[in-house]
């Protein structure tokens, strides 16, 4: 679900790379999961030029199915708070 999600076209990504969900870095909880990603050459290669910027972790709600992008600006337990303020 959630790597159909992030490589949806975008019309303003010309060259949009394969994006990938880092395996180890998903945060689980009681209500669902916060998923980080990258680009699948950076995972391969390593080399930072392969590596995305500003890519915001997912929140996924398991009961819902909905889908939130949190961002960049701040630490990602600050959108998870954020978030579950809301629940």
Avoid: C
């Amino acid at each position: 679900m959630i790597e159909s999600k992030i490589n949806q076209p975008d019309p303003y990504w010309k060259d949009k790379p394969k994006l990938v969900v880092i395996d180890g870095h998903t945060i689980e909880k009681q209500w669902g999961w916060v998923f980080f990603y990258d680009s699948s050459d950076f995972l391969k290669s390593g080399k930072l030029e392969d590596a995305l910027s500003g890519n915001a972790p997912y929140i996924v709600n398991r009961n819902t199915g909905e889908i939130v992008e949190t961002g960049t600006a701040y630490d990602i337990d600050h959108y998870v708070e954020d978030y579950e303020s809301k629940l």
